[in-house]
């Protein structure tokens, strides 16, 4: 074979091979295929949990919601607790990657903490049975409930910390923002609750509710502007 048809063969296999077309290797596939079926398990039993509750979530319901058989369930759990334990953190790390996919940059923890609070909240809205699956893993996996609010406060501490290491909150000691952090997490529990759950659906959260939120996470963590300080008795009077 001519040397330069050979050369044009192998540049024709080489750009096939490189191609979109091909195919992943037959164990990459296999290991793909067992996270999505896995993955869908795990969706399938939010859902299910999310409209019954944790008590009446059966390995049946869930396999049915996932379109898998019962016996598929056992390759990747090994009992319905199992699943639940792991549903939680599942679910949160969902809402965290959701919430890192909206933020958008910011010069000081005020700007990215509007942009996570507001975004925790539109979370709410495509996932409005969140807040279901949350209280009931407080009871019915409390091992799982624990690890996603570990997960949560993890994030807040790293957050805070690096916002402190850059010369913010300079009135508080790193312990402190470990106080801080848990309340920012309650906050968000409460306000939720109060301004948004209702049956079938989650609300917007009204705009007034956030202003207030974001206008105490400045004042209250940065500091009241000089402006707005109290004037002690005497100041400013004319002689």
Do not use: C
């Amino acid at each position: 074979m001519p040397a330069r048809k050979e050369r044009m063969m192998e540049t024709k296999l080489a750009e096939k091979t490189a191609g979109a077309g091909v195919k992943a290797p037959r164990g990459r596939r296999r290991i793909e295929k067992s996270e999505q079926t896995r993955e869908a398990l795990l969706q399938a039993a939010a859902e299910v949990v999310g409209e019954k509750g944790f008590a009446n979530a059966s390995i049946t319901l869930i396999t049915q919601k996932a379109g898998v058989g019962q016996g598929t369930f056992y390759n990747y759990f090994n009992s319905r607790q199992e699943i639940l334990d792991e549903l939680m953190p599942a679910v949160g790390r969902n809402l965290l990657a959701y919430v890192k996919g909206k933020l958008t940059g910011g010069h000081s923890f005020a700007e990215l903490e509007e942009q996570q609070f507001r975004a925790f909240f539109s979370f709410l809205q495509i996932a409005p049975k969140f807040f279901r699956i949350l209280n009931e893993a407080y009871l019915f996996s409390p091992e799982g409930h624990d690890a996603h609010m570990k997960n949560v406060f993890d994030n807040y501490m790293r957050f805070l910390l690096r916002s402190h290491a850059s010369g913010e909150f300079p009135g508080y000691e790193p312990r402190e923002l470990e106080v801080i952090a848990q309340i920012l997490m309650a906050a968000r529990d409460y306000l939720a609750v109060n301004y948004t759950h209702e049956e079938g659906g989650a609300p917007k959260l009204p705009d007034f509710v956030a202003d207030t939120y974001m206008k105490f996470v400045r004042y209250g963590l940065e500091g009241v502007p000089p402006q707005a300080q109290p004037k002690k008795r005497g100041e400013g009077r004319k002689e």
